[in-house]
């Protein structure tokens, strides 16, 4: 039987297509094996430690090293507090979790837009940096995850946190890491968390999606570039029959008694077809969900093109979201 005929990927939106037309042969979507250890080492990282975490001065920001998982390193955090904020108040903690295909990246990749977050609403975030595949596959990633959140959620009277007003949150690997610590906690009963926001996130590790093909070679994360990061994580195993829900989400057979959770992606973009499943599980499940598909967006374009006219929609639809968590009643919203 011939194979089925890929069909053609839809079309970015317009603005976008005309910010990345003069970039898309440096942006080079596949990522290889070989090729992570040069990015690792690229101007990305070094960019990154230039970035302000304070705001200006609107933070207080500290990089502290708490206690990881038995038997492994400790767990570098930063950790961001209002400088404004009253000292007997305490605040709504967003636990971030950055991005990077669970190869690169550190706990100030993608921090800007939790803080942005946090200005607005008047909470701390708290930022984790994990050990990355290939050297550390999974459980290694996860555990570090987890071992963050036991430990922000422990002291959050200490950084002038709620303990009781925990939301999780990632783009990307990390948004993928955010929703296995949702099932993480839920399976080991852990501290409870009110909400999950996930930004385009990396979920099913069998890369065999009609997206996936569609997009292969385009935009800014195509099928290569995701087999070669699910592949370090989780070596000769990714694709086949025994993989952890704690590794790829998508793989989860129970999707119940999580937490309410925010989900998007764009429509023209690898992960599209995995990250609306997700959420149609969910709610299949009894589950509260919002799923925003970006008309023409690729991989993490609010990032890439933050002035653009989509990008300012869904920054907006985070906070959003955000707001109405915040003020919905707590008895509704944490799982027990």
């Known amino acids: 039987m011939p194979p089925v005929p890929v069909p053609p990927p839809p079309p970015f939106d317009p603005e976008l297509a005309a910010t990345l037309e003069p970039v898309k042969d440096a942006l080079r979507p596949g990522l290889t094996p070989d090729e992570i250890t040069t990015v690792r080492q690229g101007p990305g990282l070094e960019l990154l430690d230039l970035i302000d975490v304070t705001m200006g001065g609107a933070f207080e920001a500290e990089d502290r090293t708490v206690p990881g998982p038995d038997g492994a390193p400790d767990v570098s955090l930063l950790i961001c507090r209002p400088t404004s904020a009253a000292p007997a108040t305490p605040l709504p903690v967003i636990y971030h979790v950055h991005g990077g295909g669970m190869v690169v990246g550190n706990n100030r990749a993608g921090v800007d837009g939790p803080l942005a ?28 995850v987890y071992a963050g959140l036991l430990w922000t959620a422990c002291h959050a009277g200490e950084i002038g946190g709620d303990p009781d007003r925990i939301i999780i949150t990632g783009a ?25 926001l996930l930004m385009y996130p990396m979920l099913d590790d069998r890369n065999d999606t009609v997206s996936a093909h569609q997009m292969a070679g385009v935009g800014a994360w195509d099928r290569t570039a995701n087999e070669t990061g699910w592949t370090a994580l989780l070596g000769d195993r990714r694709g086949g029959p025994d ?34 499943e ?47 968590l915040l003020r919905a009643p707590q008895d509704h919203q944490a799982h027990k």
Do not use: K
């Open 117 to 144: 977050w946090a200005h607005e609403l008047g909470a701390v975030v708290v930022s984790v940096e994990y050990r990355l595949a290939p050297e550390h596959p999974h459980p290694a990633p996860i555990d570090d």
């Open 172 to 196: 990307s690997a990390g948004g993928g890491l955010a929703a296995a610590l949702a099932l993480l906690l839920r399976d080991r009963q852990g501290p409870p968390v009110i909400g999950q």
């Open 243 to 276: 993989v952890s829900p704690y590794a790829a989400p998508a793989r989860a057979t129970d999707l119940s008694g999580l937490p309410p959770a925010f989900l998007d992606v764009g429509s023209a973009e690898t992960f599209r077809d995995e990250v609306v």
């Open 278 to 324: 997700y959420a149609s599980r969910i709610w299949r499940c009894g589950g509260v969900a919002e799923l925003h598909v970006w008309p023409g967006g690729f991989h993490g374009f609010d990032g890439f093109v933050p002035h653009a006219a989509l990008s300012r929609t869904a920054r907006a639809s985070h906070l959003n979201w955000l707001r109405r």
